[in-house]
């Protein structure tokens, strides 16, 4: 029987796959750092504000087909950068990208992901649905709690700073006694990963209380562990304020620490944040980049270290179809 279909119908056509990346106006040196490590550019993109505060963007290039990688972090004024970020996602979706992966080096509202009263909303579950909404096939992001990556329906990669964190504290402080101390209770099983990472240093935890009534302030708290005559790393995610992890470096002080190194993912340091961490008897304070550095902020004593690495290599694997969990020995 002799086959008479068209010779269109015989064709089959093998799919290049094309990276594109693109960053908002919230972190652009972190978005070229992240580009230069894959060997990208970033593409060129228009965006700016109507005189009412309602934000523009378009691309200057075809994303048809493309698998799109679009990169904002999460910065004051964080609700400009958030709206700015799902518009870009809107306007992949609506211009034929493949697939676009959305990167949240901070991830805006992270802290409101349950309810500690009623009547309150769950913001950290309402921003995967917009991101869902928007047309974002998969997240890519710096998570304040493990918990979030249920809230958004479609594959979640949770990068974590601690081997970039750790590394610097190894090198730098390895030689010494050290002891890894967690600022509440609550984040102890990430005091665990730090030990683990630093040689099975003592474990200790600041035991506080707060009123609900008064966000970023802590009422009261002692140290329960053992920290006398050792380098204590006191180990958060984030930084806003700085009240909570300057009374803690302050309080293991008090308590006999050698001295108290500060490591934190999420420099977020609203006022007055710098003078606290200033004026607190931590020795060096250790952050990432995930959020912009604003000069002022660039005081002595503050160590950024830089997240692309970590991102980039979090990309190429999602490009490439590979393993994001490899990337921390198994663990993401």
């Not at 504000?49 to 990688?69: K, P, T």
Request: one cysteine or more.
């Amino acid at each position: 029987m002799s086959n008479n279909r068209p010779p269109s119908a015989n064709i089959r056509k093998r799919p290049k796959k094309q990276m594109m990346l693109f960053s908002g106006r919230a972190n652009p040196l972190l978005a070229q750092e992240v580009a230069v490590q894959l060997g990208t550019e970033l593409v060129p993109t228009s965006a700016y504000d109507f005189a009412n505060g309602e934000i523009y963007v378009r691309f200057e290039e075809s994303v048809r087909g493309s698998d799109a990688f679009v990169i904002q972090s999460h910065t004051n004024p964080i609700n400009e950068a958030i709206m700015e970020h799902l518009l870009m996602v809107d306007a992949l979706k609506r211009a034929s990208a493949k697939r676009i992966t959305v990167v949240m080096p901070f991830y805006g509202y992270a802290r409101q992901d349950k309810k500690h009263r009623g009547r309150e909303p769950i913001s950290a579950r309402l921003m995967a649905d917009m991101y869902k909404t928007a047309g974002a096939d998969r997240l890519i992001c710096v998570l304040h709690t493990d918990q979030i990556q249920g809230f958004f329906d479609g594959p979640v990669d949770h990068l974590m700073a601690i081997p970039i964190l750790s590394e610097y504290v190894a090198t730098k402080y390895g030689d010494q006694d050290l002891a890894v101390v967690s600022p509440d209770a609550g984040r102890i099983k990430v005091a665990e990963q730090w030990s683990k990472r630093l040689g099975g240093a003592p474990l200790a935890f600041i035991h506080k209380t707060r009123d609900i009534n008064r966000p970023n302030e802590m009422v009261a708290n002692r140290v329960v562990g053992l920290v006398r005559d050792r380098v204590c790393v006191l180990v958060d995610d984030m930084i806003d304020t700085g009240g909570t992890i300057t009374k803690a470096a302050d309080a293991l002080m008090a308590d006999g620490a050698k001295a108290v190194v500060i490591a934190a993912t999420h420099a977020i340091l609203s006022d007055p944040a710098v003078e606290r961490l200033r004026d607190c008897a931590a020795e060096e304070v250790i952050v990432t980049n995930t959020l912009p550095f604003a000069p002022e902020k660039e005081v002595g004593g503050i160590t950024v270290l830089s997240i692309a690495p970590l991102i980039s290599a979090a990309i190429k694997e999602v490009f490439e179809d590979g393993s994001v969990t490899s990337l921390f020995g198994g663990r993401a």
